[in-house]
């Protein structure tokens, strides 16, 4: 099995070659990586508390997120597994729309239609996801086929869960990006556990990414806790798409430190032993060391970052949480330029069911017949 890629040692030393980025760029790197732990932490808290309803947490993760974010450009595409989130606000989609999603509340670019923690954007090619695991490596090696078609000079990073190598669209998808040659790059998040299956279980292959060469294309196994090997490994593969060469496989192994979900209980199939391993290898402190080594970041510097951190998100979630629940009638707003004779009687006897109940709002009211 092949050494995976690694730049910095669970220490913070370095063991590898250190990429020429400006200390701003470096420093950049840790507090995305922090603001993802903070709308994490927030997020779960608020989901605790009955005031949104669903939490797919990134914690233990936001190495990779954030490492295979960075070298992305505006006009390339993230197409996403489920924890990319995060990943997309590093690339642009703002801490407004990313809460008003959480809520499904009238700001709420998706107008309520998807569970919490569903994001997109379009103003930075991040296309909305759906919980069917695995249905977005085709989609978006389809789409990475008509930009080649068209002459884009853009990428798509399309990613996954250790779980999707299992599924179906991850194979065709894999096999169509080789043969058409796609300007695809496929990102495996290996955090361990697909929900309650160990990844020891999706494969007896020495690794995901050697999987790569039954479709004839390049895979490379990445420490998923140092962001500068995740952000090097995905610069190459970027690079290497862009200039026609294909698409290629990285596999980021990290852990996933809480559930699958709020919905989950992982002590029901992992041990403590197990979580305190890799707690130990966490990738912000291991940053973080690297950092203050580096005279980039001071002692303390950390909580100064976290404070304004969370003083930002608070101020998002405050006025997100006082915004208007989605009004009823986009239920049928969008499907024709004119909502049709039989789609108005259906939201009118929707509408007085839900008036009886008290669940409308001021314009939600009957169409005219």
């Known amino acids: 099995m092949a050494t995976a890629l690694q730049i910095l040692a669970p220490d913070g030393s370095v063991v590898g070659e250190t990429p020429g980025l400006p200390d701003a760029e470096l420093k950049d790197l840790f507090v995305s990586m922090m603001r993802i732990r903070c709308m994490d932490g927030r997020m779960l808290k608020l989901q605790r508390a009955g005031r949104i309803g669903f939490v797919g947490t990134a914690t233990g993760l936001e190495a990779t997120l954030v490492g295979a974010a960075a070298p992305l450009r505006r006009a390339d595409w993230l197409w996403s597994g489920l924890r990319e989130g995060g990943a997309a606000v590093t690339r642009g989609l703002p801490l407004s729309e990313y809460i008003a999603q959480m809520y499904c509340n009238a700001n709420d670019t998706a107008k309520g239609r998807q569970m919490c923690n569903h994001f997109q954007h379009k103003a930075t090619n991040y296309p909305s996801w759906s919980s069917v695991i695995g249905t977005q490596i085709p ?19 399309i990613h996954f869960g250790d779980g ?10 894999m096999n169509f990006a080789a043969v058409w040659k796609v300007p695809a790059v496929f990102v495996c998040t290996d955090n ?88 130990a290898r966490d990738p912000i402190a291991r940053y973080e060391r690297f950092l203050i080594e580096r005279g980039i970041l001071s002692e303390g510097d950390r909580a100064s970052i976290e404070k304004d951190l969370l003083t930002e998100i608070d101020a998002v979630i405050h006025e997100q949480e006082a915004a208007a629940p989605m009004a009823l009638k986009t239920l049928v707003e969008d499907v024709y330029a004119e909502v049709p004779y039989h789609l108005r009687r259906q939201y009118n006897d929707f509408i007085s069911v839900a008036e009886k109940l008290g669940h409308a709002q001021p314009g939600d009211g009957a169409f005219p017949l």
Request: proline share 3%; net charge negative.
């Open 192 to 279: 361990g556990w697909a929900i309650s299956v160990a990844s020891s279980a999706q494969t007896a292959a020495e690794s995901f990414a050697v999987k790569a060469k039954a479709y004839g294309m390049p895979g490379r196994d990445v420490d998923g806790n140092d962001v500068l090997a995740c952000r090097q490994a995905m610069a190459e593969a970027i690079d290497a798409a862009r200039a026609g060469d294909g698409p290629s496989l990285i596999v980021l192994k990290t852990y996933r430190m809480l559930g699958h979900s709020s919905s989950d209980d992982p002590t029901k199939y992992r041990s403590d032993d197990e979580v305190a391993m890799w707690a």
């Open 164 to 173: 999707a190598t299992s599924s179906n669209g991850f194979h065709s998808g």
């Open 139 to 157: 989609h978006g090696v389809g789409a990475a086929f008509a930009s080649k078609r068209r002459g884009d000079d853009v990428v798509h990073a």
